[in-house]
């Protein structure tokens, strides 16, 4: 799906670049497409994606995997139906090996349980198998929340797996195409640091604003 059309940045906001982006997934070809978006940034690009298409928008919930020492910096990600992905190089340069990371590999799962729970409730993911998924974040920097999610959906048997997001880093991009059957990406513009350097406004969202962001995508 490769595309050489430009994008101005940075977008206004999530919601322009969810319009942008759901452009460019009408012309897809999907069939039959199920959204998932990680929250909670992604929610919020995800939400115009699902009302273009016409289909309901719900969450895959993702939990980074901190350095013991460093939280902030990211070592792996898990996501809920699968496994922990871990940056194997990157823990190998840390001398890091994952069995050390167990105790913060349980209390991500804690917390991703949570999320799933305050998200959805009592609810089930809706069916994937055989259908075309579209997985929403904002953006990729490192890549590892996505190749988490990526790699949860992939075990539930999608028929089509596609990544969207409107900007990220060129070498996560190319890296992630391995992980999905297509990558869309509006922009993967140089000196990318952060996803929200290509954003005018990037608050932080709150579990109250994914809440209504899926109760109006449902």
Do not use: C
């Not at 050489?4 to 670049?17: C, G, I, T």
């Not at 897809?28 to 699902?50: E, K």
């Not at 990406?185 to 809440?211: C, I, K, M, N, S």
């Amino acid at each position: 799906m490769g595309d050489s059309r430009k994008v101005l940045l940075p977008f206004a906001d999530r919601a322009e670049a969810g319009n942008l982006l759901a452009d460019r997934l009408a012309e897809a070809g999907l069939a039959d497409p199920v959204v998932l978006a990680l929250p909670r940034g992604g929610v919020a690009v995800a939400a115009p994606v699902a009302e273009r298409l016409g289909v309901p928008l719900d969450v895959l919930v993702t939990r980074k995997i901190g350095h013991p020492q460093q939280p902030e910096l990211g070592v792996g990600a898990i996501a809920e139906g699968g496994d922990p992905v871990f940056d194997s190089g990157f823990l190998l340069r840390l001398g890091i090996r994952a069995s050390d990371l167990a105790p913060i590999v349980e209390r991500e799962r804690r917390e991703l349980a949570r999320r799933v729970t305050a998200y959805r409730g009592e609810r089930r993911l809706p069916g994937l198998a055989g259908r075309d998924v579209i997985v929403v974040d904002d953006g990729l920097a490192t890549g590892g929340t996505a190749r988490a999610a990526l790699r949860a959906v992939r075990m539930a048997g999608p028929g089509r797996l596609v990544l969207a997001v409107p900007v990220g880093s060129s070498r996560t991009v190319r890296a992630l195409r391995d992980e999905a059957d297509e990558v869309v990406v509006l922009a993967t513009p140089p000196g990318f640091h952060a996803v929200g350097q290509w954003y005018e406004r990037f608050e932080q969202l709150t579990d109250a604003d994914v809440l209504r962001l899926l109760r109006l995508g449902r």
